[in-house]
């Protein structure tokens, strides 16, 4: 049956999130995207709402299930707060994410406690590449069996924490198909260039790689020989992207709606002119629908059934929700939104980002 | 428990809603759209007989499901997406029913009920439109005076949907607005049940339409239209304008079902054309990798789930029996939009083909516009949302 309502349990989490997302994302936000490094407290204080061991069974050193729904719901909030301290804290799970959807057993039991220690831990995963048409299924990054080995070539950008990750979870072209391989630190041939300067997501550490005959064992391929449902894992990827979408259109609506509520002109507030208002009833009806489709989107992912589609329309509407209701936010405050003094030009930037980076993120 | 998974009850009546799509109307929308005002009769004695779609406040002698609405909805959506104008021909109570449940007194609705359980096709039909009101409806200067042991009832309204279905081609009732008091505005504004035949009231023109055409749409004249005290729906002391407005929360999520039904139609037979001309929409591919064509069709499936979703969420406040003004206007204000958008751009991807009356996206095109007009224009309902979220009164934000 329909139901529109989230379980008790979630609530819980959304309002963990939320007051995290106040309290330690907001406040640090520009401070953080002035000096292009993660405030130290969102990992800290986030790592303590145990969001990524509550996804992982027992019997792998974590204390619940995984649930794409659960993890949206949250992800929504977190990106609420601010988008580069949503990716930073959930960094991690790019790597521990795809073993629990995609790895063997061994995989599992060797890797997934990493990510349940008490304090935490970076991951990484390396998907995009730097060229004109990147598409996730014909990867220009090969990896070719070597004997008992894999060998890796090719470029990628927009690694989150590259250097700081212990694992990395590298995408690559394989027998003609996109795979994913648990690359270590310090493996030979792998290069991590310096730091990405962009447009936007600036306190998250993005880092450019260069793969030169990149020799890992066999072992180390996301799944064994049997591979990784990669479709599954990029539809998760681009749900929990999406979630984060609405979270970022929500903040800077939010704040377009206060200003249009207090800023007089002409006698009145602004928002008392339907240029104004319609445009806010435009952003929170897309907002509304967007929310919508990334549930959908999760609900059927959690339901096992394939999400391409889901994930992918949910994918495309939120990030186009999500600029849009930044440009206008920015718009709505005119030039107080172009300054840095004020949020939303930060939200523009960070939002730009959605619907073009990929693979930066799995809930 | 957040959950997109249809209930047995709501998957079982849609298939069936198809069938009848499929079967018992698509084949005719060309011909009723061709013979403006001419009723499917046909159909509309089928729909009777099976009694399926007799839905919404017609189920005293079956439990009231769960999901109520939902189910008034899902059948609103489906048989949209056949046609529009049979759509509007469902003998069922529609708008003037949903006046009737929203502000009626209990015998007002058992002698609707008992209408409905005829064996003759019924239908209701509200007006409320003037010809110099139509969003500003608190405005309307049709007047009911008392005389005696009798309501009177002077005035002409405009646009009323299916008034020669419920007053002339069945024994029907009609749902009219009048003040009792225009010195007093909103509060003045009272709902009266006329049943059909009663002397007075007239049907002067039926409207000929860009779309739609299978419906009728009249305007009615109320000369000393005479009705028994008991036909003010409610009582004195229930809320006119409020009562109107709720009836809204309803019909506009059903509205929009309407539009949502049109454009999925629209979308269906693109992507059925597609195919046979070998073009597959690669769903996760980059878009920089897509054809226009496969954009085009992507972005409208989103914008078309988009707005379905605001609906069931919308109808699905109604059957918690949660408020649901906000979200009833978003998915109106939405539908109207995307239904409008992408039957025309339906017309634009066929092309020519799109633009020969031989195909039905034309007709899909002319149809839909109206679900951007009916039950609140885009505009109102973008008012409605805007005052709500940006908490002005309706003197703050005009």
């Known amino acids: 049956m329909y139901s529109f309502e989230p379980t008790e349990e979630q609530k819980i989490i959304v309002d963990a999130a939320k007051k995290l997302a106040l309290k330690e994302f907001r406040s640090r936000m520009r401070d953080a995207d002035e000096a292009g490094e993660p405030a130290p407290e969102w990992t800290r204080a986030g790592w303590e709402l145990g969001m990524l061991p509550a996804n992982i069974p027992e019997e792998y050193g974590g204390f619940g299930e995984h649930s794409s729904l659960t993890g949206v719901l949250a992800a929504e909030e977190l990106a609420w707060g601010d988008l580069s301290a949503?990716?930073?804290?959930?960094?991690?799970?790019?790597?521990?994410?795809?073993?629990?959807?995609?790895?063997?057993?061994?995989?599992?039991?060797?890797?997934?406690?990493?990510?349940?220690?008490?304090?935490?831990?970076?991951?990484?995963?390396?998907?995009?590449?730097?060229?004109?048409?990147?598409?996730?299924?014909?990867?220009?990054?090969?990896?070719?069996?070597?004997?008992?080995?894999?060998?890796?070539?090719?470029?990628?950008?927009?690694?989150?924490?590259?250097?700081?990750?212990?694992?990395?979870?590298?995408?690559?072209?394989?027998?003609?198909?996109?795979?994913?391989?648990?690359?270590?630190?310090?493996?030979?041939?792998?290069?991590?260039?310096?730091?990405?300067?962009?447009?936007?997501?600036?306190?998250?550490?993005?880092?450019?790689?260069?793969?030169?005959?990149?020799?890992?064992?066999?072992?180390?391929?996301?799944?064994?020989?049997?591979?990784?449902?990669?479709?599954?894992?990029?539809?998760?990827?681009?749900?929990?992207?999406?979630?984060?979408?609405?979270?970022?259109?929500?903040?800077?609506?939010?704040?377009?709606?206060?200003?249009?509520?207090?800023?007089?002109?002409?006698?009145?507030?602004?928002?008392?002119?339907?240029?104004?208002?319609?445009?806010?009833?435009?952003?929170?009806?897309?907002?509304?629908?967007?929310?919508?489709?990334?549930?959908?989107?999760?609900?059927?992912?959690?339901?096992?059934?394939?999400?391409?589609?889901?994930?992918?329309?949910?994918?495309?509407?939120?990030?186009?929700?999500?600029?849009?209701?930044?440009?206008?936010?920015?718009?709505?405050?005119?030039?107080?939104?172009?300054?840095?003094?004020?949020?939303?030009?930060?939200?523009?930037?960070?939002?730009?980002?959605?619907?073009?980076i990929e693979g930066i993120a799995i809930v | 428990m957040i959950s997109f998974e249809k209930s047995k009850m709501i998957a079982e009546q849609m298939q069936y809603a198809e069938t009848v799509a499929r079967e018992k109307i698509r084949s005719q929308a060309r011909y009723y759209d061709d013979h403006e005002h001419e009723l499917p009769w046909e159909f509309a004695r089928f729909i009777w007989d099976e009694g399926r779609m007799t839905l919404d406040c017609l189920r005293p002698w079956a439990e009231v499901p769960e999901e109520e609405f939902m189910l008034q909805i899902v059948t609103t959506e489906m048989i949209s997406w056949g046609d529009l104008g049979f759509f509007m021909c469902l003998p069922w109570p529609a708008l003037g029913g949903n006046a009737i449940m929203v502000s009626g007194t209990e015998e007002q609705k058992a002698l609707v009920r008992d209408k409905f359980r005829g064996d003759k096709p019924t239908w209701c039909c509200m007006a409320l439109t003037e010809s110099h009101c139509g969003s500003d409806s608190s405005a309307i200067r049709t007047r009911a005076v008392q005389d005696g042991d009798s309501w009177v009832l002077n005035g002409e309204k405009l646009f009323v949907t299916s008034a020669q279905k419920a007053m002339i081609e069945s024994e029907g009732y009609m749902v009219v607005w009048a003040t009792i008091d225009p010195s007093a505005g909103r509060a003045g504004m009272k709902p009266f049940l006329i049943p059909a035949k009663t002397p007075g009231v007239k049907l002067t023109k039926l409207e000929n339409k860009l779309g739609l055409r299978a419906s009728d749409t009249a305007v009615v004249i109320l000369e000393d239209c005479r009705l028994p005290l008991e036909n003010m729906l409610g009582s004195h002391s229930t809320k006119g304008f409020k009562g109107a407005m709720a009836t809204f929360d309803k019909a506009r999520p059903a509205a929009a079902a309407n539009g949502v039904g049109v454009a999925r139609a629209t979308l269906d037979f693109l992507k059925e054309q597609l195919e046979l001309n070998g073009i597959k929409i690669r769903y996760g591919v980059s878009r920089n990798l897509m054809s226009s064509i496969e954009r085009e069709i992507v972005d409208m499936e989103a914008q078309l789930r988009a707005a379905w979703l605001l609906v069931l969420k919308a109808a699905w406040l109604v059957d918690q029996k949660k408020p649901n003004t906000l979200e009833s206007s978003m998915s109106k204000a939405k539908a109207g939009d995307i239904a409008t958008k992408i039957t025309q751009k339906g017309i634009e991807l066929m092309g020519s083909l799109g633009y020969s009356r031989q195909l039905l996206l034309e007709k899909w095109a002319r149809d839909a516009k109206v679900t951007d007009l009916f039950e609140g224009t885009g505009q109102i309902n973008r008012l409605i949302i805007a005052r709500r979220i940006l908490g002005f009164s309706s003197k703050q934000l005009k």
């Not at chain 1, 591979?227 to 984060?244: E, K, Q, Y």
Request: charged share 20%.
């Open chain 1, 86 to 356: 949503t990716l930073a804290l959930a960094a991690p799970n790019l790597v521990a994410l795809p073993i629990l959807l995609c790895g063997t057993e061994e995989q599992k039991k060797a890797m997934l406690p990493l990510f349940c220690t008490e304090d935490y831990v970076h991951g990484s995963a390396a998907l995009m590449e730097p060229q004109f048409g990147f598409d996730p299924f014909t990867l220009k990054t090969s990896a070719t069996r070597k004997g008992g080995d894999y060998v890796l070539d090719g470029i990628k950008c927009n690694v989150p924490f590259a250097a700081e990750s212990d694992w990395m979870l590298v995408y690559a072209a394989c027998e003609g198909k996109s795979e994913a391989f648990l690359m270590p630190k310090g493996t030979a041939g792998l290069t991590v260039g310096g730091r990405e300067q962009n447009m936007g997501l600036r306190a998250l550490p993005l880092y450019a790689v260069e793969l030169k005959e990149c020799r890992i064992p066999a072992s180390q391929r996301l799944g064994g020989e049997a591979g990784c449902d990669f479709s599954l894992l990029l539809n998760a990827s681009r749900v929990a992207l999406s979630a984060m979408g609405v979270g970022v259109a929500r903040a800077a609506y939010e704040f377009a709606l206060d200003h249009a509520k207090n800023r007089k002109a002409f006698g009145e507030a602004i928002g008392q002119r339907q240029s104004i208002a319609f445009t806010l009833a435009d952003i929170i009806t897309d907002i509304e629908a967007a929310r919508l489709l990334v549930w959908e989107a999760a609900w059927t992912l959690d339901q096992k059934r394939d999400a391409t589609r889901e994930a992918y329309l949910a994918w495309n509407f939120t990030s186009d929700t999500a600029l849009t209701a930044a440009d206008r936010a920015v718009q709505i405050l005119g030039g107080y939104g172009y300054i840095r003094d004020y949020p939303v030009e930060l939200w523009l930037r960070n939002a730009r980002a959605l619907g073009i």
